[in-house]
């Protein structure tokens, strides 16, 4: 599975590079939509894989202090394109530093 979704996205990466002057931005921009979604299904690959694993009991979890305002700020802007299709507003209503285990 993770070998033809990380030739995808290399080829988009490859797209990215060799062409921003030749195509108009607005393919640029879809393009680069396309490679920050093609990254997010490699996540979900490894995780249902990770959760394949997690069912057999071969995990070892490393737990790590993330900046939830960075994590919102992500999320917010990997749906950007779904909150658009939907007319859907998203928005992170706390800016206060906040650190989480």
């Known amino acids: 599975m993770r070998t033809p979704l990380t030739s995808i ?3 988009l990466v490859l797209v990215e590079q060799m ?3 030749l195509i108009p931005e607005k393919a640029l921009r879809v393009v680069q939509m396309a490679q920050k979604n093609t990254a997010r299904l490699i996540l979900l690959v490894n995780d249902i894989l990770d ?3 997690l069912h057999a009991n071969k995990v070892n979890f490393k737990f790590t202090i993330v ?3 960075e994590e919102i700020a992500k999320a917010i802007e990997l ?3 779904y909150a658009l ?3 859907v507003r998203l928005k992170a209503v706390s800016r206060q530093p906040k650190r989480c285990r």
């Open 9 to 11: 996205r290399g080829a």
């Open 19 to 21: 062409l921003p002057k």
């Open 51 to 53: 959760f394949e694993k």
């Open 67 to 69: 900046d939830l305002n």
């Open 79 to 81: 749906n950007a394109t």
């Open 85 to 87: 299709d939907r007319q």
